[in-house]
T-cell receptor, first 117, second 112 residues
Framework: DTAVSQTPKYLVTQMGNDKSIKCEQN?????MYWYKQDSKKFLKIMFS???????INETVPNRFSPKSPDKAHLNLHINSLELGDSAVYFC????????????????FGEGSWLTVV | AQSVAQPEDQVNVAEGNPLTVKCTYS??????LFWYVQYPNRGLQFLLK??????LVKGSYGFEAEFNKSQTSFHLKKPSALVSDSALYFC??????????FGPGTRLSVLP
């Protein structure tokens, strides 16, 4: 059973389009994340949700809008795609988000490879 | 601000030899330290972590890491490298209640 699953794995789309990436975790975690990995493999957090509430929102363009319908799902919608949005987007989850949870492991999905042409 | 450094972009080692992938960190308060591995076209897989206790942490696939508080380091080690260990390795750190921060990654190549 896949712990953190995200779809689609590969996505090629034209500039200006709107696309969504879906993520689901079956680990019973209450915190979910979206990370972006650029062409140089740098990983940067984009968003984090705890119990469906947004707790981290890094300096991401507002064309990116996460939505968490429940604790087990965190979807990422991207409007008006640009060439620079081409990257690998990773969904992840962990248990808890506060100070006492700092030692909890974050588990990652397999990634969604987005190419904007 | 928190930060993680992995001073080597690339580490090459012969199969059967010991390997070390270096990591240093800067966080506020007590550090929580992690290592992940990423194989081509795959997600990040958790290898091991340090929270507290013994400075030598053992993890998956025969990997271990040593926490050194005075040097603020958490180097990943394996006594005998395998060709299948070739991958991208990420060190990550967080202080209590703070965000996860990843290092830039180190590409490990194990040569047969």
């Amino acid at each position: 059973d896949t712990a953190v699953s995200q779809t689609p794995k590969y996505l090629v789309t034209q500039m200006g389009n709107d696309k969504s990436i879906k993520c689901e975790q079956n680990l019973g975690h209450d915190t979910m994340y979206w990370y972006k990995q650029d062409s140089k493999k740098f990983l940067k957090i984009m968003f984090s949700y705890n119990n469906k509430e947004l707790i981290i929102n890094e300096t991401v363009p507002n064309r990116f809008s996460p939505k968490s319908p429940d604790k087990a799902h965190l979807n990422l919608h991207i409007n008006s795609l640009e060439l620079g949005d081409s990257a690998v987007y990773f969904c992840a989850s962990s248990r808890g988000s506060g100070g006492s949870s700092s030692g909890n492991t974050i588990y990652f999905g397999e990634g969604s490879w987005l190419t904007v042409v | 601000a928190q930060s993680v450094a992995q001073p080597e972009d690339q580490v090459n080692v012969a199969e059967g030899n010991p390997l070390t992938v270096k990591c240093t960190y800067s966080v506020s308060g007590n550090p929580y330290l992690f290592w992940y591995v990423q194989y081509p076209n795959r997600g990040l897989q958790f290898l091991l972590k340090y929270i507290t206790g013994d400075n030598l942490v053992k993890g998956s696939y025969g990997f271990e890491a040593e926490f050194n508080k005075s040097q603020t380091s958490f180097h990943l080690k394996k006594p005998s490298a395998l060709v299948s260990d070739s991958a991208l390795y990420f060190c990550a750190a967080r202080g209590s209640g703070q965000n996860f921060v990843f290092g830039p990654g180190t590409r490990l190549s194990v040569l047969p």
